[in-house]
């Protein structure tokens, strides 16, 4: 996101302190695809996710005026979602958080799926993505698809900038390391 | 110049522009020193094209999702809105049994909770209007399975609509002026159900405020007297 759009955003977020309902609306429409995206991928849920867009941005209407600049508003916006996304997995029974951490984990093998895509990299690419860890799979998100800088992913995941530049190397490895295995060489590392 | 696997770990945000102007231009160094490494790049845009895929099969929210939130920032703010007048008591109630009807099913309620106690003097017949869906979000406004508060053996339970052009005061006045309290609505077609204690009750008895509702033709849609 450009500063000319987070400055935009910041406008919006200003106008929303003093309790503007248009520019909450405008908000919104600037961020929920992105932010329902990012949830969906986090909870696997369509509907799960949508509640958590509505909650988020209720926790936006409520505390905008909290707003310290420390991220982008979109930054903000992501973390927010992503700390209900983890407050609503923790309060699952350990059953299902049991049967996500197993979804979660990569499956080394080289699956007939995977094989019979050997021809289609692009394909492949996807699939072996889906494969990553979840902790691999999100920051791979933030970089390509929400295109949030080191600092703002830092801000984001709550971590160092070292460990968000460490996390995203060893997740492209590791995806090169899938891809090896369903018979895509890509010459790194 | 030697490998360097920090540089290395910011080609990620390099080949997206997302660098600071000094990273990026330290990084475009080490490339014109290490040109084999711009191959790393080629590597980045085909992981970017395969996330961006992902997440466009991912498809978008349900329509609706704004009017939704929009519906539940009133309430919110309903609930912060001071309430002054003798008309606190019953409006606090409304505000409150409104408030309380939060599942999806039933957001539609909400809106209409909350125009009625943002805006005191709204037209209620905007809130009790048949129209079932005028968001457009296929939610329906039934309410019938809802939250309801009981009325008591000693209660006499009526069944009403106002008009479409009568004013929030008004109703309250005339609610008050029967000891009336909401205990259910609104449902499909903009009903609610009154309870009016039997003590409260005039000469006459319920089927005397049930005459003298049906000819305030200003306020009263309908009204009948439940079994």
């Known amino acids: ?189 | 110049m030697t490998y360097d696997p920090e540089i290395e770990k910011l080609l990620p945000w390099y080949e997206k522009g997302l660098l600071d102007p000094d990273e990026r231009d330290r990084v475009s160094a080490y490339l014109d020193a290490h040109p084999d490494m711009r191959s790393q790049l080629v590597l980045i845009a085909e992981e970017a094209e395969a996330v961006e895929r992902q997440h466009a099969a991912l498809g978008a929210p349900q329509a609706g999702g704004l009017d939704r939130l929009l519906a539940d920032i009133d309430v919110i703010e309903a609930r912060k809105a001071p309430i002054s007048g003798r008309a606190s008591g019953l409006l606090s109630g409304m505000r409150r049994f409104f408030s309380s009807i939060s599942t999806p099913s039933l957001r539609l309620a909400g809106v209409a909770a909350a125009l009625i106690i943002v805006v005191q003097a709204i037209v209620i017949g905007g809130l009790l209007t048949s129209d079932p869906d005028p968001s457009g979000t296929g939610a329906r406004f039934v309410t019938a399975s809802g939250p309801k508060a009981n009325a008591s053996q000693n209660e006499n339970v009526f069944l009403i609509a106002f008009s479409k052009t009568a004013r929030m005061d008004a109703i309250v006045a005339l609610l008050e002026s029967k000891s009336a309290r909401l205990i259910s609505g609104p449902k499909a077609g903009g009903f609610f159900e009154i309870a009016i204690a039997e003590a409260n009750l005039p000469e006459g008895g319920a089927k005397s405020v049930l005459a003298d509702l049906k000819a305030n033709k200003e306020l009263v849609r309908f009204v009948s007297l439940s079994q």
């Open chain 1, 1 to 189: 996101m450009s500063r000319s759009e987070n400055a935009r955003d910041l406008e919006l977020l200003e106008q929303v302190a003093r309790n503007d309902r248009k520019a909450i609306a405008l908000l919104y429409q600037r961020h929920h695809l992105r932010l329902y995206r990012y949830l969906l991928r986090f909870t696997k849920n369509e509907a799960v996710a949508e509640e958590l867009v509505n909650e988020t941005f209720i926790d936006v209407w409520r505390s905008a005026g909290t707003f310290e600049g420390r991220s982008q508003v979109s930054s903000w916006i992501l973390s927010i979602g992503r700390n209900k996304a983890i407050s609503l997995l923790r309060k699952r029974s350990d059953a299902e958080l049991d049967e996500d951490y197993a979804s979660g984990l990569q499956d080394d093998r080289d699956t007939p799926e995977v094989s019979a895509l050997k021809q289609d990299k692009a394909l492949a690419m996807r699939l072996c993505i889906d494969r990553l860890s979840d902790e691999h799979r999100e920051v791979i998100d933030l970089v390509y698809y929400q295109e949030k800088a080191i600092k703002e992913i830092a801000v984001i995941l709550s971590v160092p900038e070292n460990t968000v530049k460490t996390r995203v190397f060893h997740a492209r490895k590791k995806l090169s390391d899938l891809l090896m295995k369903s018979g895509i060489d890509r010459g790194w590392p």
